[in-house]
T-cell receptor
C-alpha cells in the first residue's frame, strides 16, 4: 500500500530535550516536505527536499533541522525544543516538479500527523 | 507578500444544498492550485488540482473547482452537499518555478441534516 508514515504519532517532551520525528514514504517520490498545523494558521511549510541531499527552507524553518540521506526518509529534528513548537506536524511527499506526457506530478500525499507537546 | 486566503473560517450548509468554499491567491506567475480535505484525526487528502486547461476541474467525492485567472480565485464547489462532507478544507498553491507550497488557513465545512 502506497503511504507516508510518521513516528511517533504523539510525543510529550520537555524544553531543550532533542527529538526526532521520522517520516518515510514507499512511493519513490522525489519531493518531501514538513508542515506544522496550528489553529487559524493552516499549514505552514517548515522545510522541503527536492531529492536526496537537496533541502531548502520553507516559511517557518527556525528551530528545526532536516536531512535527506535516502530518498524514502526525511526526518525532522528539533535540537532544542521550546513550547512554541507545540503543534501538529505533517510530513508529505510527491513526485517532482513538472509534467510528463500530460500527467502532472504535483499533488502531495500526507502522513497521519505527529502531535507534539513541549512543556 | 505571496499568500493564499480562505476568507471564511466556517461554512454551514444544509444537506442537499449546493456549497461553495472560497479561495483567492496572491502569488507571482501561474502556480498550480490544489484543494485538500482533512477529516478529524487524519492527515490531509488530495481532492483536486488545476494545472492547465479547462477552468472547471472535477475531483473526488463529487467536488469540483473553478479557476478564475482574472480574479485569482479557485473556489471549491459541490452541487449537493452530504453530511459526510463535513470536514476541514484547505486551498494550496505550488509554484511552478520552485518547490515552495503555501496553504490557506482552512475552512471548516459543516453540513447539517
Amino acid at each position: 500500500e502506497a503511504q507516508v508514515t510518521q513516528n511517533p504519532r504523539y510525543l510529550i517532551t520537555v524544553t531543550g530535550k532533542k527529538l526526532t520525528v521520522t517520516c518515510s514514504q514507499n512511493m519513490n517520490h522525489e519531493y518531501m516536505s514538513w508542515y506544522r498545523q496550528d489553529p487559524g494558521l493552516g499549514l505552514r511549510q517548515i522545510y522541503y527536499s527536492m531529492n536526496v541531499e537537496v533541502t531548502d527552507k520553507g516559511d517557518v524553518p527556525e528551530g528545526y533541522k532536516v536531512s535527506r540521506k535516502e530518498k524514502r526518509n526525511f526526518p525532522l529534528i528539533l535540537e532544542s525544543p521550546s513550547p512554541n513548537q507545540t503543534s501538529l506536524y505533517f510530513c508529505a511527499s510527491s513526485l517532482g516538479q513538472g509534467a510528463v506526457s500530460g500527467r502532472s506530478r504535483a499533488e502531495q500525499y500526507f502522513g497521519p500527523g505527529t502531535r507534539l507537546t513541549v512543556t | 507578500a505571496q499568500s493564499v486566503a480562505q476568507p471564511e473560517d466556517q461554512v454551514n450548509v444544509a444537506e442537499g444544498n449546493p456549497l461553495t468554499v472560497k479561495c483567492t491567491y496572491s502569488v507571482s506567475g501561474n502556480p498550480y492550485l490544489f484543494w485538500y480535505v482533512q477529516y478529524p484525526n487524519r492527515g490531509l487528502q488530495f481532492l483536486l488540482k488545476y494545472i492547465t486547461g479547462d477552468n472547471l476541474v472535477k475531483g473526488s467525492y463529487g467536488f469540483e473547482a473553478e479557476f478564475n485567472k482574472s480574479q485569482t480565485s479557485f473556489h471549491l464547489k459541490k452541487p449537493s452537499a452530504l453530511v459526510s462532507d463535513s470536514a476541514l478544507y484547505f486551498c494550496a498553491v505550488r509554484f511552478r518555478s520552485a518547490s515552495k507550497i503555501i496553504f490557506g488557513s482552512g475552512t471548516r465545512l459543516s453540513i447539517r441534516p
